[in-house]
Structures are given as C-alpha cells and as structure tokens.
C-alpha cells in the first residue's frame, strides 16, 4: 500500500479539532447529536490510522511518514513529524482507546458538550505527542494536553476531583519546566556547535556534550517523564488522579498519558544522555523494582476496585521501566509491548470498573459479592481482563512481561528476580478482588437488580478484547515492526549516535557528528 | 535655535493626530452632552490615523527638536505597542461607561493623552524629556484611576497613585539632579560616553528606584494591588499594560542599549527580579479577588521581564521587547473580559461570585481561561513563546540559576491561575450573575484571544517585527 505524499500524521492530529468546530455549533440542548457527532468523528480517526499498520515499511530504524515543514524560522523550529517502531501502536492505541472512551462516556449527562470538545481535543495532543520530533513542537504538545485533562479531572470527576486536578496539573508541570530548562540549554550547545538553531530531535541528538552537565540535563529530562509515568517516589498524583476522572478520563490516563513518560524515556531521556545513562541505570532500575512491588503490595490492601487498578498501574509501568533500563533487545521490545498491553488491559479494566459504578454508584469490594451470577457476560469480560492484566499465557500481558523478564534476567538477574514477583502479586491482588466482587452469594440485596451489559457496552468490550488475544497469540506483527527502532534505541542509550543517520535515512558519516564545526 | 523645523513636525505626527483627536473628542462631547455617542469610534478612528501616519514614517530616524526626541524603529514599534493598547480600550470602554453611567467624552481624551506622552516616553533621548512626558502620563493616569469617582476604591486606588507617584518623581528628580551634575548632559548619549563616577552611579540608581516603582517590580511594588485593584477595569487594563511598556520600551533604549547590563547593574537586575517573582507569585495565591490576583501576577511578571533584561544582550533586548508586547495583549484581554464580568459597580470581582460562571457564560470563560493560561506561560499562546525567548535569551547569557529560578517560579505561579479556571468551571453556580457582553468588548475579546493564539502557535511575524525594530 503506498501513502505517497498524503500528509496522514498532521491529518490525524488535527482531526479531531474538526470535530471540536463541529460540536461548538451543536445546541448543547441536543445531547445525543454531540455524542453521536464525537464518536463518529473519533472512529472515522481510527479508520484513518489503521492505514499507517499495513503501510509501515519493516526493517528500517528511519522515521516514516516523515512531515517536515518551517514553522518559527526565526528560532529555527520546524512542524517536524515522523514515526517509527516505537510510536506507531502508541499512536494506534490513542486512537483505538479514545473511540472506546467516547463510547463509554455515554454515561455523562453534565456539560456534554464541553465534555466532547475537551476529549477530541485532548486525542489531537496526544498524537502530537507521539509524532513530533521537533523539540518545541513536542514540548507545545505536551504541556497543552494538560488542559484539557485537568478540564476532564476537574469538571467530570468524583467527590475530590479539583484536589486531584490541580495536584496532577502542578506536578506534571514541575517536571516540565526542568525539562525545558534542559532544552533550551541544548538548543544554544547546538547553537554553539553548529552556528545553526534547531529543536530537531536528529540533530540534537548529535551533540556531544560536556560530560559535568550530562547528569543535570538526564535528570531535568528525568523528573518530567518519571512524574509522568509515574515511577516510585513521584507516583502520588496517579491514584489521586485516577480515581477521580471520569471512567474514560482513567482509561485515557492510563492507557494513554502515562506511556507518555516511558515514550519520552525512549526517545528522549535515554538516546541523549547515553553517559548519565550508564551512571544512574542502577538507580532507575532499583526505582522501577520497588515501583512493582511497592504499587503491587498498596494494591493488595485497597478496597475500591477503581484504586486497586490505579495502584496496579504503578506496578505494571515499573515493569516497562525495567525493560528499557535493562537495555537489550528482549527486555526493550518486552517493555513496550509492555506499554501496548497495560494500555489495553488496564484500559478494559477501568471500562468495566466505569460500567459498574454507572449501575451501583460505588467502586468498594465488600459492596460487590456474587455478581457472577446476575450479570454472567460482564464477570466473563472482567475475568479476562484480570487474567490479561496478570499475564495469564495466551493473552497479551504474558507476552511482554515474559520478554522484559526474560531480557531483564540476562543483564541484571537480581532486579529480574525482583521484578518477577510482580506476575504473583497481580495474579494475587486481582483475583482475590476477583474472588470478591463475584464470587460466593449475593449478601447484599441491591446486587440482585443488576443488569447485565447493554448492546453499547458489550461493544466495547468485544473490541478490546480483540487485541488482547491477537497480541497474546501472534505477537510477531507487533514484535517485528517495533523491531529496528528498539535495536536503533539500544544502540542511541548506548552511545552509539552514528545510529542517528540511520534513523534519519542517511549515509552513516561518522566524520560528521557534531562535535566541532564540521558539518555546513 | 530655531524653535521647530518642518522636520521636527514631520516625525511627531502620530502624536500630532493623537492630539488632535483627543481635542476634537472633548469639543463634540461638550456640544452634544447626549448619552450613548459613539465617542469610542471617533477616538478609535484617531487612533487608526496616527497608526497609519506611524507607519508611513517607520524608517524615518532622526532627531527632532534639538536632540530631546529620537525617532528610531524601536519608537515606531513601541507607538504600534500604545496605539494598539489604546485602541482596545477606547473601542470597548464605551460599554463599560455606559454600564457605569459615566460616558464621559474625558475619558477618551485622558486615554489619548496618555497614550502620545507614552509615545514620547518611548522615544525620548534625554532624561529631561522621559521625566516630563512620563509625568504627562501619571497625571492623566491619576484621573483615570478615579473615574468612577463615587466609588470609594476608586478614589482611594488614583490617590494612592498619585502619592506613589509623586514619591518616586522624588527619586527621579533627584537622581537625575545628580547625573546632570556628574555627565553634565541629561542627554543619553552623553551619559553613555560619562565616564562612571561613584556620583553619576548613585544618581543613576536612583533614577532607576524610580523605574522600578513604575514597573511595580518587588520592593517597590506596594502600590500595585490597590491601585489595580480599584481602578476601574478598563484603566487597569490601560495602565497595567500600555504605561508599563513604555517604560519597558525606555529600559531597553537607556539601560540595555545606551548604557549596557554591567556588574553592578546586574546584581541589582537579579536581586529585583528575583524578589517581584517571589513576591507577586507568593502573593498571588492567597488572593481572592481576579484584579487582585492579577495585580500581584503582573508583579511577577515584571519580574520574568526583568531575566530577559539581566541578560543585557542583543536577545535579552529583543527578548525584552516582545515580552512587552505579550504581556500587554495578555492584561488587556484579561481586564476586558473582566470590565464584563464583574457587572455593575464592578460588584463580582471576587473569584467566589465568579464561581460557576462557565456554565451561563461559557465563551467569556474561555477566553478569560485563555489569558489566564497565557499568562501562566502555557504553550500555543504569546505568554509561552515569549517567556521562552526571555528565559532562553537569560540561559544563553550564561544566567543559569536565575532562569532555574524562574522557571520553577512559573510552575509555581500556573497554581494561582489554575485557581481562577478552577472557580470559573469547576464550581456550581451559587447565583446567576446577570453580565451583558456589549458589542465592542466582544469584539476586543475575540479579537485579543485570536492574536494571543495565534502568535503562540506561529509567532514569526510578531517576533521578527519586534527583532527588525531593534539596531
């Protein structure tokens, strides 16, 4: 299939506002119309990205879909966008995931109308954040996507969604402004190497820099993508924040937002410090290990569903985290596919955790008890969620925390053998709340009314079941398009930055890498 | 010396047209004491002409009347700056007038008047002629601050601005007393060429005691929050913006151009700088009324302004510019949309009567969500690209822990505009307030929201025009 020159990637991130300027002339009387309006919209964008799956050209490292136009001359910032193995299931899973929030949002009866606007808005950021790869372009994202998702939190959420907005917006913003602290100073080394000004990932990547400030900028960079992740000692905002959105906030949250913080671990943090890298592996390896046990034990004790799943959170992304520290191929590819599936299954668990609370109006276990048998087809979805959120072989989970293990295992045994309890502790604390919520007699009476899923809930949930066997199953078509972008990312974090002119579909000069005024 | 050559005329003829309108304006009030005329067009349109007349000259350099009035593209970028600055106000002001049952022809004369001495402000090349049009533009702002002159708040803010003013004309007089003594010229460009004496240093800072005092940068800030606070809305919209970047606009052309950022002064840069950050960011989260709150955001703000400024380079005077010109379009529609809000009487100001005020308002409170935001320094608006620029301008100047300082300063200070937004949206409304959006203000609104967006997402024209304007 050829794309020829149809500009795709710039066509999906800004779908989606042309949603936005649809809606804003819907009368906010006609509720049904905005919602049928945004979800039409959100899967005509889904059916617009499937063709970068069967166009993804296999076995290269280079960025495909390549955008590039002048956007600030004056600062030498280009409308730069591209993706490779990395982004392309990331920018997929937006786009599968936000179709299914949409449709799950049907539950929203309060300001539809600014509800929708705020969501495509937010999916137009989101896939910015994926395909950008000018620096300024991606910090331009990254900082607006929080507006519309401080608005989701805020206006849409529990009991205390303004606390659990302002602390995800103040700490995520913390991290940023290091982080742009740390591009500027980038910015003028290139200036200073080159005479030229650019925010290009590429040709930053090519610096080399000052050994004694490597370390601040690997940190600076840091703080902002281990806030987002969120990694040990910075987690305290995602519970917080997680259990106040609106069920398809969480499963955008989740799903979405916090592969954000391992994407820009992947494309940024890692590939431009190789050095700090080495130093702080330890570190952010140690971090991520007690991340799995720490968010799985918390998980262990919680007594709403909703935290429990949040918490889990913490554990699953300190999965991902491991892998890319461990740094091969096995352990990388895990942890991304790691990324995809803790999209998926926890996406799918925070969709049936919404669909309960729309019935009950409450999120606590000792609520529940014998639901299995008045409502059978949903304790048969959640029953495989749980079971591919704990990676039960033959679904998604196990494929990539078998491989993250597996890598992790071959450079760093002990944190392998750590991280490892994290597959018994999920197994644990899911399905013992399985056990709970569905299980035994129905001792409370309200749980005898329940009603099973409706045709719109019940699409959902076949729809996210889908990937959740094919990448369990046939994982090939993930693991070899992902392939030489992990192997180029490996080569990048280890200091091999001649990679770079792979990446870029150039001739390998090593003469050339900016470390005098060499080039132009 | 001959009193005025065709030439002197020539380049002050925006000023001239100011002047003119301003005088026909007052004369057509006074013979028709109607209410409801449509002075705001007519100043508006007097406002257009100078802009126009501006930009037939942009190029022009020279001196004019001797050497006291020095015309370069920086005077001409900055009259752009006031003009814009007063045709906002004077095209929306009308409704709030109106509103207050105060539609005096005055108001629109003291707005120009202000307006051309700021012109002359930005482009005097002596400190004589500074002092006397910086004067020219307090008394005509004093008059405004207490427009609604039955309104206590009102009274008290213009003359607590009057005091403040006058003690920091104290300062000014003095120091330039004691340049004049020690360069004997108060020509810049031969204080410039003064060798530094511990006399002619002294007075210079005191003469800039004084600027800090106009530019409400920490410690000399206490007067902001009353006098913004009580002013009338559209005035604390004018006076927070158009008068500030005139002496922005001087900072660069004396400080930054003629005399260059050197040890002392940087120190003295840094030190205020980072004080109005902490104070006005601090401050600023405590506070329950929006003017208020923004008074003390626009302390911190001069104090961003002054990073750019420390750095003392060809980008920190660029940089220095646009941060001035952002910051002005930011207030500008911040105020607008708040001259609307706060109803009759200016009576919900305070962020509890604008709880909820989304849900019956919801374009108001979006386009007031998009000043907060800008001036929050988010990006995909003006307050992102040119704290950028000043930040970056400060980083390449080697001043990297007064950028650190400020950038955590900016996450801090996102919190008390997040609070705003969180007011306006996230609160059920306790009662319906009953606003009426006039025609002009929405206009201004729309207008201003445009132009902060879209020279956030493609600033290249705004920029480079400012870049061009600088030698």
Known sequence: MEMGNFPILSVLTFFPLVGVAIIAFINRENVNVIRWTAFVISVIEFIISIPLYFAFKLGTPQFQFVEKLPWIKSWGAYYYMGIDGITLFLVLLTTFLTMLSILASWSINKRVKEYMISFLFLETTMIGVFCALDLLLFYLFWEVMLIPMFLLIGVWGGPRRVYAAIKFFLYTMVGSVLMLGAIIYLYWMHYKATGTLSFELMELLKLKLDPRVVPFLFLAFALAFAIKVPMWPFHTWLPDAHVEAPTAGSVILAGILLKMGTYGFMRFCMPFFPAAVQKFAILFLALAVIGIIYGALVALVQEDIKKLVAYSSVSHLGTCMLGLFALNLQSVSGGLLQMINHGISTGALFLLVGMIYDRRHTRLIKEYGGIAKVMPIYATFFMIAVFSSCGLPGLNGFVGEFLTLLGAFKTYPLFAVLGATATVLSAAYLLWMYKRVFFHEITNPENMKLKDLNLREFIIMVLIVIPMFWIGLYPKPFLERMQPSVEAFIKLAKGEKSVVYQMEGRKVNLASLISEKLER | MVLASTKDIYLILPEIALLVTAAVVVIVDAYSRK??????????????????????????????????????????????????????????ARDYLLRENRDYGEFYALVLFATLSMMFVASSASLLMFFLSLEVVSVCLYALAGFVRDRDLCVESALKYLLVGAFSAAFSVLGMAMVYYAAGSLDISAISRADITPFLAVGLVLFAVSIFFKLSAAPFHFWAPDVYQGAPAPVTGFMMTAAKAAIFFFVVRFFMMALGVKELWLSVLIFVSVVSMVIGNFSAIRQMDVKRLLAYSSIAHAGYAMVAIASGTKYGEVATVFYAVAYCLMNLGAFAVISVLAGKDERYVNL??????????????????????????????????????????????GLYGLVLFALINSAIAAYYYLKVVYYMFMREPKKSINVQVGVATGIAVLLLVAVVIQSGITPDYLFNFARMSLP
């Open chain 2, 35 to 92: 209410r409801g005329s449509f002075l705001n067009i007519l100043s508006s349109i007097g406002v257009i002409v100078a802009a126009y007349l501006n930009f037939k000259l942009y190029g022009d350099h020279g001196y004019a009347f001797g050497s006291i009035i020095y015309r370069d593209k920086l005077a001409y970028f900055a009259n752009y700056v006031f003009l814009f600055c007063a045709f906002i106000t004077c095209f929306y």
């Open chain 2, 352 to 397: 509890e009567d604008l709880q909820g005020v989304a849900v019956e308002h919801p374009v108001l409170a979006a386009a007031l969500g998009v000043f907060l935001f800008s001036l929050a320094g988010m990006p995909g608006t003006i307050g992102f690209i040119s704290k950028f620029y000043a930040f970056a301008a400060a980083f390449k100047a």
